[in-house]
């Protein structure tokens, strides 16, 4: 011990209660022969003491939180995160510190770390962390990479993530301790490994007690540990002492970076060709990491997870915690494959979002989706993330969905319906008990009843939030401002978004009516089901199609407008001086006044609004105006409002005399078609809020290349939210890190990623340790989906899987794309053919090609790979299936 209880030394920690529970594990390896970095550990006591300091009374405060409803909690961890994100570590302790890692950076001035400044890991060590059946793993805050000037924000950084809805919903699935938990923080010198990852001392997934499983990858952990990249999986099989391990199995992944630490942070340095498909272990090296694990699991007596790295130094042990057993899940079994699908990322988002994107996808999903899963009492595995990395698009846990479905009581299956992919349903999952079941009906339905009503006032402080931030000049804010404004902004997001009430209403709409029609239709009524939500008005993103159709029909009626538009060669600039005056240019403002914060990829913070570029938008009129005249506007509307009629009559004589049910289903029609409705909208008035968020963001861009941090604005987006965090923060001092080859980094590995081809789906299998393609991306003749409406067509196929696609396409083609984007609807909705689309049944692009007007509509799944431009298919979209006409 240093300092009176204040800083200990990392082989000097023991009781949890003042050290954590990780430290506490760390000194035990050490004391026990096992090499760990060294280091110092800021204890417990400073964490109640500065808060006591600051005039909070932790534990009254933490007594309240657990009385506190679901609905008064969330704004109660909100405070708790603010107040202590503000506070001080007190300058005794910074003193203190200074001198013991001043000692630490002297005594490893031989390592391998590169420079002369050394960066440091700071590591959260909760008093309830690492406990047996209680992890919380993942879930509070470690922060690599830290140089000496920011090692206090990165304490306090661990000290708030006490306070985090999901530490507080892991707490309490777990029944930890009533009493208030604290933190304490270790800091370690940051190794420079050559390898690193994750081993398990028995097999996690078919807990077999002589399997040690280990997971690998170059350079740092930590994107294997946040699931951003598939790593090298071996399983070795150890025995009882004198057999020697073996080998069983050796799976290696295709590796594109590593994460590497420099003087200017954490950067993903690109691998070499060679060593993409290289081996991140030797045989030997995954034996003696096997025994390694094993002799841990017998110290510790019991099964445990272990990070580990391998410098020049030899094998180094990060942390050891223990693998719950399966009676401690509560009858929830870990999952023997894992299924990722980008198919409803790829609805708003680009092919490859930027990282800062990618950072908010990852926050979005488990804050304002899982959590409410969480809430209604739903099992999620502790370290399961929802969101997934590959090669630089983000993948959504279909598997994780499904299970939560399933303990819902719902029908697993349809999840991959709306989510893409022909996917296993995760085996052993069990539904919740009948009173939790209630319990999770009763919240879920307030929910989705709720946002309904709250859903106009919601959506008027969306715009209001939005074009105020557009609207106004931010320059004169400062850069600490700006900060406080973004981070106001996500917190009222957190509070107040609708989306999983929205999205939860369409899929239990669906769910009901499928069972309703099934009966009465059996294998025949989805077709005229689709067919009865033609025409609805409400529909935001199908009337900014028909709005667009309607400038064509202006155009064509005003010559200015004409003769500019069909100009060749064509030059957008200019335009407002072209058309003042005209009756078009008056219109299109008027479109750019609803749509003009709507873009291409648009949930993705780095890609321009439609205001910011309105060429796209005209170049679409002119494709309009340069084909031949199609049906008016009012000819499209009306078609659809007979087609839903002629549907609706269909389904009618099918319920005959049974008027109860006829009853049924009309209610639950309505209801679906009213949260079809503000689903939509929801996506549209968040659009607002993405469109100001990008407004801050560009500003704070400008500011940070004006003083030479960034090269230029928009290298911001490729920066994750804490980084932007320390960036400001070092602003005070007069020496900050050199950003620029970080950003220069990621846009490199962005453009390689550019240059990789993805699959739709990708499974992790248990028993085979690695990402591998669905069997419906191999190669066949035949595609199957599910069919929207009933058509048959011949002529091209046009692949569509990227905004960049759609600039190829042409009238008549039968357009394949997975999901359509929003952005990119408008230029396909001018293709006169067939839209085959591989989202799920009543997704967005589905009613877009219907309200455009288009003569059929399929959902195909998989059509990725199996289809190029130019082929000529037979497409019956009453079967829902493509069959290729001239294999190659």
């Known amino acids: 011990m240093m300092d009176d209880r204040l800083v200990f030394a990392l082989e000097s920690c023991s009781d949890p209660a003042l050290v954590g529970g990780k430290a506490a594990g760390l000194g035990r390896l050490i004391r026990n022969g096992f090499r760990v970095p060294p280091g110092v550990c800021l204890s417990t006591v400073v964490y109640r003491d500065t808060l006591r300091a600051a005039g909070v009374d932790f534990a009254k405060q933490w007594a309240r939180l657990r009385r506190a409803s679901e609905l008064g909690r969330g704004p109660m961890l909100d405070e708790g995160r603010r107040l202590v994100a503000s506070l001080t570590v007190p300058q005794a302790i910074l003193e203190t510190l200074d001198a013991e890692l001043t000692r630490l950076e002297t005594a490893e001035r031989g390592s391998s770390q590169p420079g002369d400044g050394m960066l440091w890991a700071v590591r959260s060590s909760a008093t309830d962390e690492d406990a047996t059946g209680a992890t919380f793993g993942g879930v509070y805050r470690t922060t690599l990479g830290v140089p000496r000037r920011s090692i206090a924000t990165a304490i306090v950084a661990c000290w708030a993530s006490l306070w985090t809805p999901a530490a507080f919903a892991y707490r309490s699935r777990v029944r930890s301790a009533r009493a208030a938990p604290a933190m304490a923080v270790i800091?370690?010198?940051?190794?420079?490994?050559?390898?690193?990852?994750?081993?398990?001392?028995?097999?996690?997934?078919?807990?077999e007690a002589n399997r040690v499983v280990i997971n690998a990858v170059f350079g740092l952990a930590e994107p294997l540990v946040g699931g951003y990249v598939t790593p090298d999986q071996y399983v070795a099989e150890v025995g009882r002492e004198p057999t020697a391990p073996q080998l069983l199995q050796r799976h290696i992944a295709e590796k594109t970076s590593a994460r590497v630490p420099t003087q200017a942070g954490l950067l993903d340095q690109a691998l070499p060709e060679a060593d993409r498909k290289k081996p991140v272990l030797e045989d030997h090296e995954v034996l003696a990491l096997a025994g390694l694990v094993k002799n841990v699991e017998r110290t510790v007596g019991r099964p445990v997870g272990v990070e580990?790295?391998?410098?020049?130094?030899?094998?180094?042990?990060?942390?050891?915690?223990?693998?719950?057993?399966?009676?401690?899940?509560?009858?929830?079994?870990?999952?023997?494959?894992i299924v990722w699908s980008r198919a409803n990322f790829k609805?708003?988002?680009?092919?490859l979002p930027c990282p800062l994107t990618l950072s908010f996808v990852h926050e979005f999903m488990e804050t304002n989706i899982v959590r409410h899963y969480r809430e209604a009492g739903c099992y999620v595995p502790p370290g399961l993330s929802s969101v997934r990395v590959i090669r630089g698009r983000p993948y959504i846990n279909v598997t994780l969905f499904q299970a939560l479905t399933a303990q819902l009581g719902g029908d697993p299956e349809l999840v991959t319906e709306q989510m893409g992919g022909e996917v296993p349903v995760p085996v052993g999952v069990t539904r919740l008990a009948w009173w939790r079941l209630v319990r999770a009906g009763l919240v879920l339905e307030w929910k989705i009843l709720c946002a309904a009503h709250q859903a106009p006032a919601w959506f008027a402080e969306l715009k209001q939030l939005g074009t105020a931030l557009a609207d106004h000049a931010l320059e004169h804010l400062t850069e600490r401002a700006v900060l406080d404004r973004r981070r106001t902004l996500n917190e009222r997001l957190r509070k107040r978004d609708l989306t999983f009430a929205f999205v939860s209403g369409v899929s239990q709409a669906l769910y009901v009516l499928g069972l309703t029609l099934e009966r009465r239709l059996p294998g025949r009524w989805r077709p005229l089901f689709n067919a009865a939500t033609r025409g609805l008005g409400g529909i935001i993103s199908a009337n900014q199609i028909l709005w667009l159709a309607e400038l064509a029909e202006i155009a064509r009626q005003e010559p200015a407008a004409r003769d500019f538009l069909l100009a060749e060669p064509w030059v957008s600039e200019g335009y407002r001086s072209r058309l003042t005056g005209t009756k078009f240019l008056d219109s299109f403002d008027a479109f750019l006044t609803e749509y003009g914060h709507r873009a291409i990829g648009e949930s993705d913070v780095m890609s321009p609004r439609y205001a910011e570029t309105p060429e796209y938008l005209l170049n679409i009129v002119r494709g309009h105006l340069k084909g031949p005249a199609t049906r008016s506007v009012q000819d499209i509307r009306r078609e659809q409002e007979v087609a839903r009629q002629t549907a609706f009559l269909q389904i009618r004589t099918a319920f005959g005399w049974r008027l109860s049910e006829w009853a049924w289903f009309r209610w639950w029609h309505r209801f679906l078609c009213r949260y079809l409705e503000l689903r939509e909208a929801n996506r549209h008035y968040l659009m607002y809020f993405t469109m100001g968020f990008r407004q801050l963001l560009l500003v704070l861009g400008r500011k940070l290349a004006a003083r030479g941090v960034l090269e230029t604005a928009d290298d911001i987006f490729f920066l994750i939210p804490e980084e932007i965090e320390t960036i400001v923060a070092e602003s005070a001092r007069e020496h900050g890190r050199d950003w620029k080859p970080l950003t220069a980094a990621r846009r490199a590995e962005r453009e390689r990623c550019a240059q990789d081809t993805v699959p739709e789906t990708v499974v992790w299998r248990a028993d085979a340790g690695q990402s591998t393609g669905p069997a419906a991306e191999s190669e066949s003749l035949r595609l199957r989906g599910i069919p929207i409406s009933a058509g048959y067509a011949e002529g091209p196929v046009r692949l569509v899987l990227s905004p960049e696609d759609t600039k190829r396409v042409q009238s008549g083609d039968i357009i394949v794309a997975p999901v359509i984007d929003p952005g990119m609807a408008p230029l396909l909705g001018l293709a006169a053919g067939l839209v085959i689309e591989m989202g799920g049944t009543l997704s967005h692009g589905a009613i877009v090609a219907r309200e455009y007007g288009l003569p059929a509509v399929a959902n195909v799944r998989h059509a990725t790979k199996l289809l190029r431009d130019g082929e000529l298919v037979a497409v019956d979209a009453s079967l829902g299936e493509i069959s290729r006409l001239n294999p190659p």
């Open 187 to 207: 800091l370690q010198p940051l190794l420079s490994p050559r390898a690193a990852g994750v081993a398990f001392s028995r097999h996690p997934v078919t807990e």
């Open 308 to 337: 580990w790295a391998i410098d020049r130094g030899g094998t180094w042990l990060l942390q050891a915690r223990p693998i719950p057993d399966r009676g401690e899940l509560a009858g929830h079994p870990p999952f023997h494959a």
């Open 347 to 351: 609805e708003t988002l680009p092919e």
